[in-house]
């Protein structure tokens, strides 16, 4: 509802806010699964992004062939996606499960394999949408260490519950309820302004 966001490239920027309050569809909006109803949004760069579990990967497929199917829609050759297959299964690290059918996932072994396969696909903006979420600690831990080193001049925006994620890894945190922009700005007077 009349947001307005602008977001320089290699920003790392928080999205927070109550269930409901819009987060999830803002970031749909941004990755073209959603069409706004007014105003428009401009992106420079090509976009990866991880919102639901499940989107874009075939589930009768298993993990080395929807890292291929990835690889096919975002415009890499057989040998460029070959080039990262190996980055992509090590850093998913699910074993022999990545020949397996992704309907056999676990929700961990699926964000595992989703974020590797995004994450090296190189985007110049990587969205995630609470999906890190489903994956242990340590996980997690590999996930943002990789944000910080492979995304370090590129955009992120985060969508989280995690304030703590927040904390560590954004600069800056926008404060969205009932699809509004309640706060803007520097991340420890975001989080205090939401969690009062």
Same mark, same amino acid.
């Given at each position: 509802d009349d947001i307005s966001i602008q977001v320089p490239i290699g920003e790392k920027i928080g999205i927070i806010? +109550?269930?409901?309050?819009?987060?999830?569809?803002?970031?749909?909006?941004? %990755? =073209?699964?959603? #069409?706004?109803?007014?105003?428009?949004?401009?992106?420079?760069?090509?976009?990866? +992004?991880l919102l639901e579990l499940g989107a874009g990967f075939n589930?009768?497929? %298993? =993990?080395?062939? #929807?890292?291929?199917?990835?690889?096919t829609l975002m415009g890499y050759s057989d040998v460029e996606m070959e080039e990262r297959m190996k980055q992509i299964v090590e850093f998913a690290d699910i074993g022999d499960f990545i020949y397996q059918?992704?309907?056999?996932?676990?929700?961990?072994?699926?964000?595992?394999?989703?974020?590797?396969?995004?994450?090296?696909?190189?985007?110049?903006?990587?969205?995630?949408?609470?999906?890190?979420?489903v994956g242990d600690i340590r996980f997690q831990q590999k996930c943002f260490r990789a944000m910080e080193s492979i995304m370090k001049d590129k955009t992120v925006v985060l969508v989280t519950h995690d304030t703590a994620a927040v904390t560590r890894f954004c600069r800056r945190v926008v404060w969205i309820n009932k699809g509004k922009v309640m706060y803007d700005g520097e991340v420890a007077e975001g989080l205090k302004r939401y969690q009062e």
């Open positions: 806010g +109550a269930n409901g309050a819009g987060k999830s569809t803002l970031l749909k909006i941004i %990755t =073209g699964v959603l #069409n706004p109803t007014s105003g428009e949004i401009i992106i420079k760069g090509k976009v990866a +992004a589930m009768d497929y %298993t =993990g080395i062939e #929807n890292i291929r199917l990835n690889g059918p992704v309907k056999s996932y676990s929700s961990g072994m699926f964000v595992r394999l989703a974020f590797a396969t995004q994450i090296f696909s190189e985007p110049d903006i990587l969205i995630v949408d609470e999906a890190l979420s």
